[in-house]
C-alpha cells in the first residue's frame, strides 16, 4: 500500500480555486491562499496555509499553482520562503491588504474611492506581471520598480494605511539596522514624496502634470519634437518645406531649419521617409520658456519654374527657387507645458504670399498679426511633443521618439549650459537684404544670390553649407528669387560647417546673378556683381557677430572669379573706412580691376564654435609667450572676457597661468595676478551655466597640472589677502569662494613635490599652513565691520578644504586648527555660519577619526548647549546634532561610547527642555525629538546609570530631572509630534522611551521610595505617564489588521504587558505609600486595567483590591474608591473601553479576593456586584449608542438612569436624563422630551435653596436656587407638552406653576402670559382634532436580542397616523436578521431559547381609564377622547378561537373570544414610547357575550350617528345613508338574524340554561335597536337629496319590514325627549371649523367639527376587536385576525384568499377614483375634515365600494403645508399608492360624508425610506414574505466535486459573468 510520501521540490504554491473542506482532516483554500506543502500523495498535497500554520490538512493538487521557494530547516523546523524578488512579495501583501479593504468600500457603498482602489490594484497586478516576466532591460525594470513603489505609497496613504519607508533602492528600510535620525529623515522624505505624488494625481484630473514640470525644472534645456505628418498643399512643382522656430516679438529665427523636400506628386522627395519625417529642435532653454511668444514658422519655397502661370510652348528656365507661402503655429503653450499631448495632431493653416513681391519674412509677420487665415484647407498636419533635456539624454529617454535617423535641428547659438565634450564648429550666415540697380534693363532684375565657401587658393570648399538639418550639405547655396524687386529682403539662414584648421584660409563668396524666366534668355545671364567676407580676421580671431555691410564689386566675370584679385580689397563698409576710403559717393570707386558698385547687400553671422574665439584677450593670454610685454594687461583683461569663452578653452587657459607662474618662479611679480585669475575661472566653474565643467576641472588637477611648486606660492598670495582683508575685502571674499579648487591644486601641487623631492619641504610646508589658519583666526577675531562678509565667507568656505588638506597634514593638528578657528568667532555674531561650519566639519572625514572627535566634539557640545539655552538658531543646532548622532551610530568611526557620554552628559537635559518649551506647531519639533530618541536609544545601560550620578549630591536635581522627563515623556505620547502613519517612527520611538522609563523607574525605587525621600508627586507623575504609554493609540494591536499586529508583534512584542507588570511591581513597592495615591490613581489604573490583553488584565485587576483594602485599612471603608471608579468607569466604557470579558474577569477576581478578606467579604461582594451590574448596562448602553436605532439607545439610556437612581449617583442620573432629553428632541418626540425633564424637575424643591452644580448640567439654565431652576425646567417642559398636544399635562403643571406665581413669588406678569397660555390649551382641547396614536405589542423572542430585550413583551405607542405594516417596516430596520412571526400566539421555548432573533408584532387596544371627576357626567366627546389613548396602562387583545364542530349554517354559535389584557410598568405616554409588559392575564368570551357586545356597540354607534346629525345639520349624509343601509337591507342582511339562529333555539336553551338572562339581554338590545334606526331613517328622510329620494325609499321600505319583525318578536321600545342637559348642550352650534395656529409652527391646522368624533366604543381594527361589528357587515365577508394561520379552518384561508381578490378590486376602484381626483387638488380651499383622522380600518362593505364607484368623483382635497411638529405631513408624489387608499376622512364624497370613521385611514407620514411603503396592501396578513423571493439562480460552474479517494480534476475556469447564489432561497 503506497503512503504518504514527503514532497522535495512541490514545496510552495498558491491556491487558483476556492476548495472547500468536506472533512475534519481536509483544508479549506480560498483563491489566492500560498500554501506550504509537506508530503503528496495520488494527486493530494498534505500541508497548512502560510497565514494559518495551526491547521494542517489534505488538499487537491490540481487547485495549486506551484511557485519556487528556498527551502531552510528539516522536519518540524521547516520553512519556505518564495524565490521572488522582495518587491513582488511586498506588492503580493499590499493587494492582499488592499483587497479586504476594497471589498468594505464595495459593500459601504463609496464609488469614488472603489473606483480609485480599484485602478491602483490593477495597475500594481499589471506591474507584477512585468516584473515577475522577467523579460524587461534592467533600466526598464529599475524605472518600474520606482513606479510600483510609489504607487504601492500612495495608495498606503489614500487609504490611510502605514507609512512604508524605504532606502534608494526602494527597499524596505529595517529600523533595526538604520539610525533614529536616518529614519526620521527617511519618513520626512517619504511623506513629501507621497504629498507630491498626490498632487500629481489629483492634477492629473485637473490636466497639470506636475511630475513633467518638476522634470523640466530639473533638467537646464529641453527640445520641441516634431513629426511631420503631411503637407496638404496644392503648389504643382517641387519643393522645400523649411520648418523652425521663431521669435515673433523680437523678429528673429530662433533655431535652425528643418528642411524637408517636397516632390511635385504631394508625397516626401525621400520615399523612404513617408512616415517618418521627424526632428527634435534641441539646446532650448530657460531663457525660451520666459519668452513671451514662441511661433512654430514653416516656408514654403517652390522649386521650378518662374512663375507657375507660364506654361507656354517656349523653353522655360526650370530650377529656381521661387517663393510660395508660409505657414505658423504658435507653440507658447506647448514649450511652457501648459498642453501636452503628443497625439494630438495640429493642423497649421497655410498662407500664400500675395505677389510676387511678397517677402517671406513679411507674410510670416502677417500672418502672426492676423487672428485667421483664409486656408482653404490647405496647410500642415504636425504632433509635437516637450522633452526634457539635451540631445544625449533624449535619446537615451525617449529611444521610441529619437532615434538615429531624426533630423537635430540646433538652437542658433549655445544653450544655455555648455556641456564639456560638446565640440561644435558651426557659423550662421543670414542673407538679410540687397538693393539693385536695374543698370541697363527696362525692369528691375530678379536677382539671384549664390553662396560658396573658398579658400585663399580659390579652392571651393566642398558640401560644406546645409540649408537644413535632415539634408545634406551643398557646395553653393542659391537664394529665393524674387521677381523685379530692387530691395530683395531674404532673411534666409544656413549653417556653414568648415573644418577647424581651414577657417583661417577660408572666406564666404556671394555672387549675383539676373535670372530670366526663359531658358534662352537665362543662359546668356552671367554674374554681375560679387561680395566677400573672410572668416578669420587680421588679428586671429573669428569674424564678430553680427550684421555685416559687404562691398559688392563689379568686375569682368572672369576678374570676379579669381580669387587673388578682390581678397587684398576691404570685404565690409567698415573695412573702408578703417582704410580710409570713402564709401559713399556719386561715382563708382575703383580698386585695382574691381568697381566698388552702387548696390548694397547686408548679411548676419553668428559664430558657435568650442574651437574658435573671437576675443583679443583671451587669444593673447592662451599666445602669451609671443607677447611677453603684454602679459600683466592680457592677465587683467581676461576677468572681462565672457565666460562661455574661458570655458571652452578651461585647459588651455589653465596651462597658460601655471606656465606663467612656473616660468616666473623665483619673482612674484606675477603671482597675485595669476591668482586672481584662477579664482576667477574656479568662479566660473561655479557658475549653473557652466557647473558641468566641474568633473573637467577635477580631472584637470588630477591628471594635466603639474606645477609642483604652486602651492608655495598660491599659500603665500592667500596668506597675503588674509592679512590685508580690509584692505583686500573683495578679492579676500572671491578668494573664498574659491578656496575649495585653490586648496586642490595646492595639495595636488605637494603632493606632486613630494614624488619628486621625496618630503623635501615638509616643515615648512606645515609652518605655512599654520600660519595661514592664525591669519584666519586673527582676521577672525577682529571686530572690524568691513570683513563681516569675509567671517561669513571663511566660516562657509573653510571647512571644504578639510578632506583634502588631510592627505598632507595631521588629522589630529588640523582638528585642533579648527577648534581654534570656531573658537575665534566673535561672541553672538554669525551664530548660523558658525553652527553650518561645524555640521560641515561634521561631514567631513575628520570627524569619523575617533581621536579627532575627542578633540571636536567638547567644543561642539558646548557650542550646542550654549545656543540651545539661549533659544538661538534652533534650525542649524538640531541639524548639527542630528548630525553628529548620526555619526556615531555608525560601526565604521572607531569607539563611541565616550562619546554619547559626552552628549548625553551636557545634551540630553537641555534638549528635553528645548523639547518641553517648543510648541507642536513648531517645524523643528520632529527633528528634536528624533534627536532626542537617538540619544536614548545609543545609551546603554551604564550610560544611565552614570546619567544620574552626574547630578551629585542635589537631590533636587535628580527630581527635577525626572519630572521633566516624565511630563515631557507623557505629552510626547499623548500628542504624538509624528502623524499616526510613521508607524516605524513611532514603534521606534515606544521602544525607546519603554527601556528609558523602565531605567527611571528603578532610580525611583532605589532613591525615592523609603520614608525619608519619598517624592509623591515624582511618583504621581511616573504612574500617570506609565498608564498613558500603556493606552497610547498606537499600542492597542487589537484594533489593527492580522498583518499589522503580527508584524508590530514580531518586532517588538506586546509592549503593553512589559509596562503593565512594570506598573503593577512599582505600585505593590509603594506599601504605606500607596493611600495617599487613592483616589488619584484609580482612574489611571481602571484605563489600564481595560486594556484588552488578557493576561495584562489578570496581572492588574487585583491592583483594585489592594486599594479596596488601603483605603479600608484606613477609613475602615473604600467610599473614595468606589465613587472614584463608578465615575470613572461611566465615562471609560462610553469611550470605548471595557468588553464583556472585562467584566467576567472583574467579578471573578475580585469576588475571590473579597471572599478571602476577614472584613471586605460582604461590602466587597455588594460593591463587586454593584459594579458588574453598572458594567452591563454601560456596555449595553456603548453597543447600542452606535446603533442606527434611537428607540434602542433610549431603552438603554433608560436602564442606566434607572440603575444610577437605585444606587442614588444623582449627577450620573441627571446626565442619563439629559441624553435620552436629546434624543427625544431629534425624533420629534416632543412629549417624552417633557416626561424626561420632568423628572429633573421632581428632583428639585420650591425653595430658595443653593443650587448644586450636577442639578444644573445643562449651559442654558441660569439659576442660583432650586426654586428657579424649577421653574425654568417647567417653563420648558410646558413648551414640549404643547408642542406634543398633550394640553391637559401642559395645564396640570402650568396650575402648580401658578399657585407658585400667585402666592408665593407675587410674579403677576409671568402669571398673566401662563393664564394666558393656559386658557390657549383649554381651546385647543375642545377645537382641535388631535391625531389618535395606534398601539402596538411587539414580543423579541430568541437570544440574538440585546439583555434588556431578549424574550421581553413591551407596548409601544405608535406614531401619529402609523399604521402596523409601517411600524413593522420600521421595527425590521433594526434588526434585519429577525424573522417575524407569523402567529400571535405565545412562543414556545425553543424559539426563545434559540440563537436568533424573532419579532411579534400585533395591534392592541388601550383600555380607557377616566379620572374620577368625569365619571357619570355627561362630558364632550372631544374631552374624553385624549383618555381613551393616554395616560392607559392597559391594553387589550382579542382573537378568535372556535370550540367545537363547525357549523355550515352559522358560525357564530361556536365563536370563542380569547381577550388578553397586558400591563405595561409605566403609563403610556411616559419617557419612553414604549414599555415593558409586566403582567398578562387572559380570559375567554363565549358566542352570547360576543353577541351582546357586538350589538351593544352597534347600538351606541347608530346612536352616536344620529346624535351628531341632530346636533349639527351641517354634516354630511354619506356616512348616516351607508351604516343604515348595511344594517337594513335584506340584500346584505346577515346581522342578527345569525343571532337568532344561533342562541334562540330551543336546543341552545336547553343546552345552556344559564344563558336565559343573556339571551334576555340580547334580545333587549335587538329591540332597541329599532328605535334609534328609525330616528336615522327620518334624519335621512329630512337630508335626503332628491336624487338619492329612490335609495331612501328602498331604505324605508326594509326597514318597515324589519321593525315589523322585531317589534312583533321582541317588544316596542321607544325614545326619551333629550334632558335639559342634553338640550344645553345640544344647542351650541357644533361645526365649528377654524383655523389653529400652533405655537412652534406658525401655521393654520384643519380642524375638523367637534361632534363628528365618535365614541371609542368602536373596534379598533380589524384583528383587534374588530370581529365584534362582523356580524353586521356583508354575510359573506368574514371578520380577518392577525392569528390568521393558526391554523384553526382552512376554509377560513380560502375565502380570505377570495376576500383579499375582492379587496384588491376594490382598490383598483380607489386608485381610478382618486388618480382622477389628483388631477383636481386645489390648494387655495382649505381641508374639511368631516371625520376624526384615525388609522383604524375594518372591511369595506360592498354597499360602501358601490356608492364610492357610483359617486359623483368630485373630490376637493388640499394638502396643507408641511409642519415641523403635528399634523398630517403633505401627500408628495412618493406617497401616491399610499395615497390612494386612505382617501374617505379628508375629503367630501358626492356631497356626503364617508360612511365609517375606521374605514380608511389618512395619508401616512413621510418616511425617510422608501423600504417603508414596501408594503401597502389592504389586508393586514401576516403571511407575506418579508423580502420577495429571488430570481432563480444562474448556471456556474464550480470546482467539481471530490470523489473520497481519486483526486479529483482541476475546476474548470469561472467564466467571467459573476453571478450571486441566494442561498437558502428555493423557488
Not at 628 to 650: A, Y
Not at 777 to 804: C, F, H, Q, R, W
Request: with cysteine; net charge neutral.
Amino acid at each position: 500500500m503506497t503512503r504518504w510520501v514527503p514532497t522535495k521540490k512541490e514545496k510552495y504554491g498558491v491556491a487558483i480555486y476556492n476548495y472547500d473542506a468536506r472533512g475534519e482532516e481536509e483544508l479549506s483554500l480560498q483563491i489566492g491562499d500560498t500554501a506550504h506543502i509537506l508530503e503528496t500523495y495520488e494527486g493530494w498535497y498534505r500541508g497548512y496555509r502560510i497565514r494559518r500554520k495551526s491547521k494542517k490538512g489534505i488538499f487537491p493538487a490540481c487547485y495549486i499553482h506551484l511557485k519556487d521557494a528556498t527551502v531552510e530547516g528539516n522536519g518540524q523546523k521547516e520553512t519556505v520562503i518564495p524565490n521572488e524578488l522582495p518587491l513582488v512579495q511586498e506588492v503580493t501583501t499590499i493587494l492582499r491588504e488592499w483587497a479586504s479593504i476594497w471589498r468594505e468600500l464595495y459593500v459601504g457603498d463609496k464609488r469614488e474611492m472603489f473606483n480609485t482602489v480599484r485602478d491602483l490594484i490593477y495597475d500594481l497586478i499589471e506591474w507584477r506581471s512585468q516584473i515577475l516576466s522577467g523579460t524587461l532591460p534592467q533600466d526598464e525594470l529599475q524605472e518600474l520598480k520606482q513606479k510600483v513603489t510609489s504607487k504601492i505609497d500612495y495608495g498606503n496613504k489614500y487609504l490611510d494605511l502605514d507609512l512604508v519607508v524605504r532606502d534608494e533602492d526602494g527597499n524596505i528600510l529595517d529600523p533595526e539596522q538604520t539610525s533614529t535620525i536616518s529614519l526620521f529623515l527617511a519618513h520626512e522624505t517619504a511623506s513629501k514624496q507621497i504629498e507630491e505624488r498626490i498632487q500629481e494625481e489629483q492634477s492629473q484630473k485637473q490636466n497639470i502634470d506636475l511630475n513633467r514640470q518638476a522634470k523640466f525644472a530639473s533638467t537646464p534645456s529641453f527640445a520641441l519634437f516634431v513629426t511631420l505628418k503631411n503637407v496638404v498643399c496644392k503648389i504643382g512643382e517641387d519643393a522645400e518645406v523649411l520648418m523652425s522656430l521663431y521669435d515673433p516679438v523680437e523678429s528673429k529665427f530662433i533655431s535652425e531649419n528643418y528642411l524637408v523636400r517636397w516632390s511635385s506628386s504631394g508625397l516626401p522627395k525621400d520615399i523612404d521617409r513617408l512616415n517618418n519625417l521627424r526632428a527634435v529642435f534641441t539646446d532650448l532653454g530657460s531663457k525660451d520658456l520666459k519668452r513671451e511668444k514662441i511661433s512654430f514658422v514653416c516656408q514654403i519655397v517652390r522649386v521650378g519654374r518662374m512663375e507657375l502661370r507660364d506654361n507656354n510652348t517656349r523653353k522655360l528656365t526650370f530650377g529656381l527657387r521661387r517663393p510660395f507661402g508660409v505657414a505658423v503655429m504658435d507653440v507658447s503653450d506647448i514649450i511652457t507645458g501648459k498642453v501636452d499631448d503628443e497625439d494630438k495632431q495640429h493642423f497649421i493653416p497655410f498662407q500664400p504670399v500675395a505677389g510676387e513681391s511678397d517677402f517671406l519674412q513679411t507674410v510670416i509677420n502677417k500672418v502672426i498679426a492676423a487672428k485667421e487665415v483664409n486656408h482653404k484647407g490647405q496647410g500642415l498636419w504636425v504632433t509635437l511633443k516637450l522633452l526634457p533635456g539635451d540631445i544625449h539624454q533624449i535619446r537615451k529617454d525617449f529611444p521610441h521618439l529619437v532615434d538615429r535617423s531624426t533630423a537635430v535641428p540646433r538652437k542658433m547659438g549655445f544653450p544655455e549650459i555648455i556641456m564639456p565634450g560638446d565640440v561644435r564648429n558651426d557659423i550662421y550666415v543670414t542673407l538679410v537684404q540687397g538693393d539693385f540697380e536695374k543698370g541697363s534693363k527696362t525692369t528691375q532684375k530678379n536677382v539671384e544670390v549664390t553662396m560658396s565657401v573658398y579658400d585663399e587658393d580659390g579652392k571651393r570648399l566642398e558640401n560644406v553649407i546645409f540649408p537644413g538639418a535632415g539634408d545634406e550639405g551643398v557646395s553653393e547655396y542659391k537664394s529665393v528669387i524674387y521677381y523685379q524687386v530692387k530691395q530683395p529682403r531674404w532673411f534666409e539662414t544656413v549653417k556653414v560647417a568648415i573644418p577647424i584648421e581651414d577657417v583661417n584660409r577660408s572666406h564666404l563668396r556671394f555672387t549675383f546673378r539676373h535670372r530670366s524666366s526663359q531658358d534662352s534668355k537665362d543662359k546668356s545671364e552671367k554674374i554681375f556683381a560679387l561680395a566677400f567676407v573672410k572668416l578669420m580676421r587680421y588679428d586671429g580671431t573669428t569674424l564678430r557677430d553680427g550684421e555685416h555691410d559687404l562691398i559688392v564689386y563689379k568686375a569682368e566675370t572672369k576678374k570676379l572669379e579669381d580669387s587673388s584679385i578682390y581678397l587684398n580689397l576691404p570685404a565690409t563698409k567698415l573695412e573702408l573706412e578703417e582704410k580710409g576710403y570713402a564709401s559713399t559717393g556719386k561715382s563708382m570707386q575703383n580698386l585695382g580691376s574691381c568697381t566698388i558698385s552702387r548696390d548694397s547687400f547686408q548679411i548676419s553671422t553668428l559664430v558657435c564654435s568650442t574651437k574658435l574665439t573671437q576675443n583679443v584677450d583671451l587669444l593673447g593670454l592662451l599666445k602669451w609667450r609671443s607677447n611677453t610685454s603684454l602679459l600683466q594687461q592680457n592677465l587683467r583683461q581676461l576677468m572681462k572676457v565672457d565666460g562661455g569663452e574661458v570655458v571652452k578653452f578651461l585647459q588651455d587657459t589653465l596651462d597658460a597661468l601655471f606656465n606663467i607662474m612656473m616660468e616666473n618662479s623665483d619673482s612674484d611679480t606675477f603671482d597675485t595676478l595669476v591668482f586672481d585669475a584662477l579664482v576667477f575661472i574656479i568662479g566660473l566653474i561655479a557658475d549653473r551655466k557652466f557647473q558641468h565643467f566641474n568633473p573637467v576641472l577635477e580631472t584637470y588637477i588630477r591628471k594635466h597640472f603639474s606645477a609642483t611648486l604652486a602651492y608655495t606660492k598660491l599659500t603665500t598670495v592667500l596668506k597675503n589677502y588674509v592679512d590685508n582683508a580690509e584692505k583686500l575685502t573683495e578679492q579676500l571674499f572671491r578668494a573664498m569662494k574659491a578656496l575649495e579648487y585653490i586648496f586642490k591644486f595646492i595639495v595636488r601641487s605637494r603632493v606632486l613635490f613630494n614624488q619628486l623631492y621625496e618630503n623635501k619641504g615638509e616643515v615648512d610646508f606645515m609652518e605655512s599652513l599654520r600660519d595661514l589658519f592664525k591669519s584666519f583666526n586673527d582676521m577672525m577675531n577682529s571686530n572690524s565691520e568691513n570683513t563681516v562678509m569675509v567671517k561669513g565667507a571663511a566660516l562657509k568656505y573653510l571647512p571644504t578644504i578639510v578632506n583634502d588638506v588631510k592627505l598632507v597634514f595631521d588629522p589630529k593638528e588640523l582638528s585642533k586648527l579648527f577648534t581654534e578657528f570656531i573658537l575665534k568667532v566673535p561672541q553672538g555674531r554669525l551664530l548660523r555660519q558658525k553652527l553650518h561650519c561645524l555640521i560641515d566639519i561634521v561631514h567631513s572625514d575628520l570627524f569619523t577619526q575617533h581621536d579627532c572627535r575627542d578633540i571636536l566634539l567638547p567644543l561642539m557640545t558646548e557650542q550646542l548647549k550654549l545656543h540651545l539655552e539661549n533659544q538661538e538658531e534652533l534650525e542649524a543646532c538640531c541639524q548639527l546634532l542630528s548630525n553628529i548622532l548620526e555619526v556615531l551610530y555608525r560601526k565604521d568611526v572607531g569607539p563611541t561610547q565616550r562619546h554619547v557620554q559626552i552628549i548625553m552628559e551636557k545634551l540630553l537635559r537641555t534638549v528635553n527642555r528645548t523639547v518641553i518649551s517648543m510648541g507642536r506647531d513648531s517645524e523643528l519639533i520632529g527633528s528634536f525629538v528624533a534627536s532626542m530618541t537617538a540619544i536614548l536609544r545609543q545609551m546603554e545601560d551604564y550610560h544611565y546609570a552614570h546619567l544620574i550620578n552626574t547630578f551629585g549630591k542635589m537631590r533636587s536635581d535628580v527630581v527635577d530631572f525626572l519630572m521633566e522627563t516624565f511630563i515631557m515623556f507623557k505629552d510626547l505620547i499623548g500628542k504624538n509630534v509624528y502623524p499616526a502613519d510613521w508607524v516605524i517612527m513611532n514603534m521606534m520611538q515606544n521602544k525607546v522611551f519603554l527601556r528609558a522609563i523602565n531605567q527611571y523607574a528603578a532610580v525611583l525605587n532605589k532613591k525615592f521610595l523609603d520614608q525619608t525621600n519619598f517624592e509623591l508627586q515624582l511618583w504621581n507623575n511616573y504612574f500617570h505617564l506609565a498608564v498613558a504609554f500603556l493606552t497610547q493609540e498606537s499600542l492597542q494591536l487589537e484594533n489593527f489588521s492580522s498583518d499589522k499586529r503580527a508584524k508590530i508583534f514580531q518586532k517588538y512584542q506586546d509592549m503593553r504587558r512589559t509596562i503593565g507588570f512594570e506598573i503593577r511591581d512599582m505600585w505593590y513597592n509603594l506599601g504605606p505609600h500607596k493611600i495617599k495615591l487613592i483616589p488619584e490613581m484609580v482612574g489611571p489604573m481602571l484605563e489600564m486595567t481595560l486594556v484588552p490583553e488578557i493576561e495584562l488584565r489578570k496581572a492588574t485587576i487585583p491592583i483594585f483590591f489592594d486599594m479596596m483594602q488601603c483605603e479600608f485599612h484606613y477609613t475602615r471603608s473604600f467610599q473614595r474608591f468606589e465613587n472614584e471608579i463608578i465615575t470613572k468607569l461611566d465615562h471609560e466604557v462610553e469611550g470605548g473601553r471595557g468588553d464583556e470579558q472585562y467584566k467576567v474577569l472583574f467579578d471573578k477576581i475580585l469576588l475571590e479576593h473579597c471572599r478571602k478578606h476577614k472584613y471586605l467579604a460582604k461590602s466587597g461582594e455588594n460593591f463587586v456586584t454593584l459594579v458588574v451590574r453598572l458594567m452591563e448596562r454601560l456596555l449595553d448602553y456603548r453597543t447600542i449608542m452606535h446603533d442606527e436605532s434611537k428607540e434602542n439607545r433610549m431603552s438603554c439610556t433608560v436602564n442606566v438612569l434607572n440603575f444610577y437612581k437605585e444606587i442614588e449617583r444623582e449627577e450620573m442620573y441627571i446626565r442619563y436624563l439629559y441624553k435620552l432629553c436629546d434624543l427625544h428632541k431629534e425624533c420629534d418626540n416632543y412629549t417624552e422630551a417633557a416626561y424626561t425633564l420632568l423628572l429633573h424637575a421632581k428632583l428639585l424643591k420650591w425653595s430658595e435653596e443653593a443650587c448644586a452644580a450636577h442639578l444644573t448640567q445643562r449651559d442654558g439654565y441660569q439659576a442660583c436656587t432650586q426654586g428657579q431652576l424649577k421653574d425654568q425646567l417647567y417653563q420648558e417642559i410646558i413648551n414640549y407638552f404643547d408642542k406634543g398636544k398633550m394640553w391637559e399635562e401642559a395645564i396640570s403643571l402650568g396650575k402648580e406653576l401658578t399657585e407658585q406665581y400667585e402666592n408665593e413669588m407675587f410674579d403677576y406678569e409671568q402669571l398673566s402670559d401662563l393664564l394666558r397660555k393656559q386658557a390657549h390649551f383649554y381651546e385647543s382641547i375642545v377645537k382641535v382634532i388631535r391625531p389618535k396614536p395606534d398601539y402596538f405589542a411587539v414580543g423579541y423572542y430568541g437570544q440574538g436580542f440585546p439583555s434588556f430585550m431578549r424574550n421581553k413583551i413591551f407596548i409601544y405607542r405608535g406614531k401619529e397616523y402609523e399604521r402596523r405594516e409601517d411600524f413593522e417596516a420600521r421595527l425590521l430596520t433594526q434588526f434585519p436578521n429577525a424573522d417575524k412571526m407569523k402567529t400571535t400566539t405565545s412562543p414556545g421555548d425553543d424559539i426563545k431559547n434559540s440563537p436568533g432573533q424573532y419579532i411579534q408584532c400585533f395591534t392592541v387596544k388601550p383600555i380607557l381609564e377616566l379620572p374620577p371627576k368625569f365619571q357619570s357626567k355627561p362630558v364632550s366627546e372631544q374631552i374624553l377622547s385624549f383618555y381613551t389613548i393616554n395616560e392607559v396602562q392597559k391594553f387589550q387583545y382579542s382573537r378568535p378561537i372556535r370550540k367545537g364542530e363547525k357549523d355550515p349554517d352559522n358560525e357564530f354559535s361556536n365563536m370563542w373570544i380569547e381577550r388578553t389584557t397586558y400591563v405595561i410598568a409605566y403609563k403610556l405616554p411616559g419617557i419612553l414610547r414604549w414599555f415593558e409588559v409586566v403582567s398578562v392575564s387572559m380570559v375567554e368570551i363565549s358566542p352570547l357575550e360576543n353577541a351582546i357586545e357586538t350589538m351593544q356597540l352597534t347600538n351606541e354607534k347608530i346612536n352616536n350617528v344620529v346624535q351628531r346629525h341632530l346636533n349639527d345639520p351641517n354634516l354630511p349624509i354619506n356616512p348616516l345613508s351607508m351604516l343604515l343601509n348595511g344594517i337594513v337591507d335584506p340584500a346584505v342582511m346577515g346581522g342578527f338574524t345569525n343571532y337568532e339562529k344561533a342562541f334562540f333555539t330551543g336546543k341552545y336553551m336547553q343546552e345552556h340554561p344559564e344563558d336565559q338572562d343573556k339571551i334576555e339581554k340580547l334580545k333587549d338590545l335587538i329591540a332597541w335597536q329599532i328605535p334609534f334606526l328609525a330616528e336615522g331613517i327620518r334624519i335621512h328622510g329630512e337630508k335626503v337629496t332628491e336624487a338619492l329620494r329612490p335609495f331612501h325609499e328602498r331604505l324605508e321600505a326594509c326597514f318597515k319590514q324589519l321593525r315589523e319583525k322585531v317589534e312583533k318578536q321582541y317588544g316596542v321600545k321607544a325614545l326619551q325627549q333629550p334632558s335639559a342637559v342634553d338640550e344645553r348642550r345640544g344647542c351650541r352650534p357644533r361645526s365649528m371649523v377654524r383655523s389653529f395656529t400652533m405655537p412652534s409652527s406658525q401655521r393654520p391646522l384643519s380642524v375638523a367639527s367637534v361632534s363628528s368624533i365618535s365614541s371609542d366604543n368602536s373596534p379598533s381594527r380589524p384583528g383587534s376587536d374588530g370581529f365584534a361589528l362582523e356580524p353586521l357587515l356583508p354575510k359573506k365577508q368574514h371578520f380577518k385576525s392577525q392569528d390568521k394561520l393558526d391554523k384553526d379552518d382552512l376554509d377560513k384561508e380560502k375565502k380570505d384568499k377570495k376576500k383579499e381578490k375582492r379587496n384588491s378590486k376594490h382598490q383598483e376602484v380607489f386608485d381610478k377614483e382618486f388618480k382622477a381626483a389628483e388631477i383636481s387638488l386645489q390648494p387655495t380651499e382649505a381641508v374639511i375634515l368631516s371625520e376624526t383622522i384615525s388609522p383604524l380600518r375594518p372591511q369595506r362593505p360592498k354597499s360602501q365600494v358601490l356608492s364610492v364607484m357610483t359617486g359623483d368623483r368630485r373630490f376637493s382635497v388640499s394638502p396643507s403645508p408641511p409642519s415641523a411638529t403635528s399634523g398630517p405631513p403633505p401627500i408628495t408624489s412618493r406617497a401616491r399608492m399610499a395615497f390612494s387608499l386612505q382617501i374617505g376622512s379628508s375629503m367630501e364624497l358626492n356631497g356626503m360624508g364617508c360612511p365609517e370613521r375606521t374605514d380608511i385611514p389618512p395619508p401616512l407620514p413621510i418616511k425617510s425610506n422608501t423600504g417603508d411603503y414596501g408594503n401597502l396592501m389592504d389586508n393586514q396578513d401576516l403571511t407575506t414574505p418579508a423580502t420577495p423571493p429571488p430570481p432563480p439562480p444562474h448556471q456556474r460552474h464550480l470546482p467539481p466535486p471530490l470523489p473520497s479517494k481519486t483526486p479529483p480534476p482541476p475546476p474548470p475556469k469561472a467564466t467571467r459573468k459573476q453571478t450571486l447564489i441566494d442561498s437558502g432561497i428555493v423557488q
